[in-house]
């Protein structure tokens, strides 16, 4: 199950429905949702118990990183306790759908054992709690990139899955990394590397497990972002309890919102998915360069429409439930300079990134005195190479990071060269807008010529952009 | 904002939509939209009709607008003064079914360069689409009249006239109101009555009586489609991709089991119930353009049980009687039986699909007969 229409629909019901409540319950709610959301959301998966044991491993790394992220000094309080009692009598529950008919069973399959289900559970706690004894909260940020690096590069991830076949006596034959389509760890990493290192930091605010859990796990957020921060999620989780139940404007906002997003994904973008949008196919079918031109106009339009469709839905869902997810996209394909298209374009990745790659980074070779030109190179490719390898550990992904990294290089090399000629233009209205014309068209063009190493194995795009299509 | 306010929004809402859908319902647009086409405007038009099993590679797909399915092809651009309109209808071997557009039948056929008897230039156009029956012919043909054709040629095989499959396809389900104007038409003009062959109250047809149904949400799926094949246009013109060609194409069977039946007959039965009344209404409706009927090549086994069957569709003695049958139905009209006419090997994935040097074969023969009615000449 997916974030699709009729989802969207149960969800703006449930909406009117969690407005009725008591308010001092909604922020447990969202926790209840959000759990069974993990387990709900999770596509089926041909090893057994896979598709269970990976939403379990979700809420067993949302589990280590509250208790890393919490100062050792703070005392576990009740609602931490209740919150650890619902989580996992959420978790046994769903277990406990093995016993029940597969037309009631809300798991993609059979769960396993729930006796197994608790003794992992109860070993994952001892882990938990004398792994923080012993390690430092980096080590958990290292288990967590070790993970996705694991999960994201395909050997590894064909290995892996070739070794868990072997163990539950399956076909190792068919092992790939599809196997391991593990729904929403994306996204959840990078919000748990975030409360981690601003734990490391010293400024991330005093969470409790419900807080913490149903920030990480958000359910409209939990499959593709927005990629919120836990201080400002939770000013808005704190004030549920006083938030006007049945408020007219939070509906009228969130379903319009819902709405915008409905007609960019399912009309727009799913139309032009499956008419003018590239891919590898495609790519070996198109001969000339009109060709070339209008299915990676295509696809850079699909791509907007598509992600920027979903984060509208995820945010006005958001807004029915009384949380309002920070913005992603802001008419990025219209943005006159990379830096602020990357501003506006999955600006909640990028802001991520920004603070967690770039701002280290730059700083640490501050320290070490580099030159200043240098610092930005690294620092802006790096960066992008991050962002490039969230998206999976391939060449062609990399190639697109550097491809942008080294385009704000330059943007920023040339801003910094000509900021005064720049200001001139204000008094000469006629060049400064056909100078934005131009900005406009090289930034937009070198954004969807990008596209190509990202939708296309390297060698692929390789032979596109220098055989122009021909 | 208010609850009031809200409320207000949405009845209004509630009510602008269904007044829309309402004026679109009583309106039934959707046959003049599908006229509305960026084929032979901003794109050229397609080489044959619209259908795909695989649409986002094959930047084609399969929809049951018809004059949609006409607006996007190249028949539908206006006729030049020295243009002899040549239509084709038929089956996926009319189609192409496994052959480049510029291979099929059709394009093999204008390719040897014919003439008209006035000198006009031969220009001939498929009008074939996948799929076994001759009612679904008969639309095509119903649909393709509009484009002044000058003759017009129709490849026929047995497995598409047993009466039971006239409205089978899909495509003739979903048209029952096309399918109602052209026999009522047939029937004005040739009092021929084709009630037995395709029944315009069996239950397969699509009923789309209702207001809903004729709304934009009931008609949600053919706009979609509508909208689609103009973006499937794009692509089309940009690739002159319109199928899907697998890498490896799996042969047609050779050996067979020892079976005798055929669209539920068994040896020596009668059959009785063969739709050649719409061949020969087709016929009596278009007196006055040239016609020839054609049974399709089929592909004739040597394997195992080969002595009772010539493939997987025929049993020999169905398909022997379908031709004595077919013969004596069309006497004194333009009929050429081809049925043996290509070999074995030029057959690809079924008994009627062809190889694009099976095809050329085919287009010979039948230009050669052409000329000798004395329709075109060299």
Known sequence: MTLDLPVILLFIVGAFVYSLIPS??????????????????QPFLPIRFSDFILPT?????????????????????????????VIGALIIGLALMRLVDEAWRITPSRPPDPLMVVAALLVAGVLIVGGRRLLPVGALILLIVAIFVLWRTNPLAAAISGAWRGATGQDVTLASMRDLNWLGFSYIAFRLIHTLRDRQSGILPALGLREYASYVLFFPAFVAGPIDRAE?????????PHMRGLDPQRFSDGLARIAMGLLKK??????????????????????????????????????????????????GIGILFGIRLPENFNRPYLKTNLTAFWQSWHATLSAWARAYVFSPLSRAMIKRKWHPVLNVLIAQLATMIVIGLWHGIELHFIVWGVWHGFGLFVHKQWSDRTRS????????????????????FITFHYVVLGWVWFVLPFSQGVRLLIGGGS | MTWGKLIRIAVKTLI??????????????????????????????RLRLPYSENAPIAHNLSLSTIPAMFAAHELSRPKAADEFRVIIVGDSMAWGWLVEADQTFAAQLEALGYSSAGGRRVVVYN??????????????????LRYQPDAILWLVTAQSLPATQQVELPIVQSNRRLVAEATAQIASVTTDDLTSSIDLNDPRFIQSASLVDMSIVGQRREIADWLRLQLHGLAWAATDIDQALPEEITLRQSDFEADYSWFGHTQEETLDDLAFDVLQAGIRWTA???????????????????????????????????????SAVLQGQNYLDLWDLIPPDEFTDTPVHLTPEGTRLLAERIGAELESMGVVRR
Request: net charge neutral; proline share 5%.
């Open chain 1, 232 to 240: 400002r999620f939770i000013t808005d989780y704190r004030a549920l």
């Open chain 1, 57 to 85: 491993l979700t809420l067993t790394l949302v589990l280590a990183g509250w208790w890393f992220s919490r100062p050792k000094t703070d005392s576990v309080t009740w609602d931490d306790k209740a919150a650890l009692a």
């Open chain 2, 288 to 326: 006055d353009i040239p016609f020839l009927i054609v049974n399709e090549p089929i592909y004739i086994s040597s394997g195992q049980n080969s002595d009772i069957r010539y493939n997987s569709f025929y049993p020999r003695w169905a398909y022997d009687q379908y031709r004595e049958l077919l």
């Open chain 1, 421 to 440: 000629w720049y200001r001139s233009l204000a008094a000469k209205p006629a060049h400064k807008r056909a100078w934005t014309a131009v900005s406009w």
């Open chain 1, 266 to 315: 399912f009309v727009i973008a799913d139309s032009l998915a499956l008419t003018v949008s590239l891919n590898p196919t495609i790519a070996d079918q198109i001969t000339s360069l009109p060709g070339l031109a209008l299915f990676l106009y295509g696809y850079a339009l699909r791509l907007f429409f598509d992600f920027s469709g979903y984060s509208d839905i995820a945010i």
């Open chain 1, 24 to 41: 001092q319950w909604r922020g447990w709610l969202i926790l209840i949702i959000s759990v069974i959301g993990v387990y709900v959301f």
């Open chain 2, 16 to 45: 602008l939509f269904t007044l829309c859908n309402l004026v679109y319902a009583l309106a039934n647009p959707l046959d003049t939209l599908g006229r509305v086409s960026v084929y032979n405007t901003l794109v050229p038009g």
């Open chain 2, 127 to 144: 009008l074939g689409y996948p799929g076994l029956a001759v009612a679904k012919d008969l639309l095509m043909l119903y649909e393709g």
